[in-house]
């Protein structure tokens, strides 16, 4: 026989605890004369079963239940379903912490993934605060999404595009198209997001311009000079190492603004805000982006796309936000397939170059996969080239 305090010790319980079992009915104990209650082993034994059903999620009053009438199914299942979902989300817990202990790498992608979509100011924040400069922080946003290989995986991204005029699609007639739309003469262009120059060359070559190139990979204007010289061109074409988002120039500094398929990267709405003051009045921005041609559909083509572009719109979308951030369309044009073909197959050629060298390389991966959508688009999705006015 026990006491109430000598059986809250052996059952490892509180004395509290055991005066609320005894009133709600899950355990009995005998008084004896001089009004002390007293415990038996059989007791023990019953706290240790309501302790079990406890541990699988069973309430106080589920445990009752149970004692006096067995188990019931339906509680029981639901006990379970919840139980399940629990023991999922603590192992998202586990792979996420294990990730950024470098130990997952596909679940620290997803990580930066998902905060990408859901809180891009936060994630941004959060990169500077581990010291990440402004280049590295795009660059892990939008390509390598691993703390700890981003370095390898943007030392393969420099090698494979080494040498290639484009890093997305895009076509000399579709830009020169574009600039036939402009309706000056313009005297200062800036190409944002230039990358290896196929763009800045075109614009020097067809106006008399002074043409500025920037964008944040050094190895891709270094390439731009060598076009520039061999082209007789250098005179015409100043190179500038800088960001998009901090674009080192005053406000009215062009008549011309030029981003083709860069504009994505701090965000199409961003890019149309930010950029606009560096436009004189009246003055024009060419700008292409990715847009969805028809309604989405529930595949794998759209699973990539939110992945890799969640802002993805449609042409609408994109003409109201032109509207909305002070610009006036002049016209719009879709890209075809020439367009996919100048960035997608030279860059193939690359990868079937590299890749036996390069084993293993998730950048090799992230782009053979790219591939495999881009050549399935059968015309669900483009590149949408537009030609804006500043308006007053």
Same mark, same amino acid.
């Given at each position: 026989m026990y006491k109430i305090s000598e059986l809250a010790s052996r059952a490892g319980l509180s004395r509290s605890?055991?005066?609320?079992?005894?009133?709600?009915?899950l355990l009995r104990g005998q008084r004896s004369a001089n009004g002390y209650r007293y415990y038996t082993d059989t007791d023990l034994q019953q706290l240790f079963l309501i302790r079990q059903l406890q541990a699988g999620g069973l309430s106080l009053k589920e445990c009752l239940n149970c004692l006096n009438?067995?188990?019931?199914?339906?509680?029981l299942r639901q006990r379970l379903k919840i139980l399940d979902q629990e023991i999922a989300d603590k192992q998202q817990a586990? #792979?996420?912490l294990s990730s950024l202990l470098g130990e997952d790498d596909n679940t620290l992608r997803g990580f930066h993934i998902n905060l990408e979509q859901r809180a891009p100011i936060a994630h941004e924040q959060w990169l500077q605060a581990q010291g990440f400069n402004q280049t590295d922080r795009l660059q892990l946003r939008w390509l390598s999404r691993n703390l700890h290989q981003h370095s390898d995986y943007m030392n393969d991204f420099k090698r494979i595009f080494e040498g290639l005029d484009?890093?997305?699609p895009g076509s000399e007639q579709?830009?020169?198209?574009a600039l036939s739309q402009v309706g000056n003469s313009p005297e200062s262009i800036l190409d944002i997001g230039c990358g290896t120059g196929a763009s800045s060359l075109l614009l020097a070559e067809q106006t008399s311009a002074r043409v500025t190139a920037l964008d944040n990979l050094q190895e891709s204007l270094d390439c731009?000079? #060598?076009k520039a010289e061999k082209n007789k061109l250098s005179h015409r074409i100043q190179t500038c190492n800088a960001n998009m988002t901090d674009i080192p120039f005053a406000p009215a500094s062009f008549d011309l603004l030029w981003s083709e398929g860069s504009a994505y990267i701090m965000g199409f709405a961003h890019a149309l805000s930010q950029w606009r003051p560096l436009l004189k009045d009246h003055g024009f921005l060419v700008v292409s982006d990715l847009v969805?041609?028809?309604?989405?559909?529930?595949?794998?083509?759209?699973?990539?796309?939110r992945m890799g572009y969640p802002d993805m719109q449609t042409a609408g979308e994109r003409f109201d936000q032109c509207r909305h951030h002070g610009y006036e369309l002049v016209a719009s044009r879709m890209q075809g397939k020439d367009a996919w073909d100048n960035y997608v197959r030279p860059l193939e050629q690359r990868l079937n170059q590299l890749e036996p060298e390069m084993s293993g390389s998730q950048t090799i991966k992230d782009l053979r996969k790219e591939i495999g959508i881009l050549d399935r688009f059968k015309g669900r999705f483009t590149y949408m080239i537009m030609v804006l006015q500043k308006k007053s």
């Open positions: 605890t055991l005066l609320y079992y005894e009133k709600l009915g009438s067995g188990p019931d199914p339906a509680i586990r #792979q996420l484009r890093h997305g579709d830009s020169l198209w731009l000079k #060598q969805w041609t028809g309604k989405q559909q529930d595949d794998d083509i759209a699973d990539f796309w």
